[in-house]
């Protein structure tokens, strides 16, 4: 696609649940982030995939959380359990496998509100 | 640890003024500097971005600057307008690329 996609754009959930946040990065990027954003702050780094293993998830803040790029383009980041602390903006970018040197493209973000 | 700082948090300006935007950087070790745009609901959009081996960048009204020795750099906006108000952040690609960030400056640009 144009940009990088991602769905949904807005997700309430039950404290408790589990939930799933979907990017479709731009076709032909091989390196695709999640970074998690609370109000006020500025983007936390969650995890890197290169093609379809991830190369770095040092950022994920406990075994809730895990990320999937089965086939090397569309990414889920998954949330087993949420807790209310886990409510932010999630975004995920993409970029060409060039170790991460290069510019990225944000999507619009996934507003997660855990009530 | 690498941590990023941006000042001021909130700026206020008249339209047509020319104004900077600050920030700082604790570990000298990066590969680039970026600087992004954030507008409420919307994803980042990459402004500029400055390699470590170079001193600036400039992109219409825009020119960022980068003192990597001294952990700077600054977001040089040339006459402002209210188009311009959004949250700008800068990150540092650090040694294990990975990009970290600083909390933003919000810019309010007063017709």
């Known amino acids: 696609g144009a940009g990088v996609s991602q769905t949904p754009s807005n997700k309430v959930t039950e404290k408790g649940k589990y939930v799933e946040l979907r990017c479709d990065p731009i076709s032909g990027h091989t390196a695709l982030y999640w970074y998690r954003q609370s109000l006020g702050q500025g983007p936390e780094f969650l995890i890197y995939f290169q093609g379809t293993g991830a190369a770095d998830d040092s950022g994920l803040p406990n075994d809730r959380f895990f990320a999937v790029r089965p086939e090397g383009s569309v990414s889920t980041l998954k949330i087993q359990r949420t807790e209310r602390g886990d409510s932010a903006v999630y975004l995920c970018?993409?970029?060409?496998?060039?170790?991460?040197?290069?510019?990225?493209?944000f999507g619009s973000g996934t507003r997660l509100t855990v009530v | 640890k690498q941590e990023v700082t941006q000042i001021p948090a909130a700026l206020s300006v008249p339209e047509g003024e020319n104004l900077v935007l600050n920030c700082s950087f604790t570990d000298s070790a990066i590969y680039n500097l970026q600087w992004f745009r954030q507008d409420p609901g919307k994803g980042l959009t990459s402004l500029l971005l400055i390699q470590s081996s170079q001193r600036e960048q400039t992109s219409g009204r825009l020119n960022a600057s980068l003192d990597k020795s001294s952990g700077r750099s600054t977001l040089y906006i040339a006459a402002s307008q209210p188009g311009d108000s959004a949250t700008y952040l800068c990150?540092?690609?650090?040694?294990?690329?990975?990009?970290?960030w600083g909390a933003g400056t919000k810019l309010i640009i007063k017709p």
């Open positions: 990150a540092v690609l650090d040694s294990n690329y990975q990009l970290i």
């Open positions: 970018a993409s970029s060409l496998g060039d170790g991460g040197r290069g510019n990225y493209t």
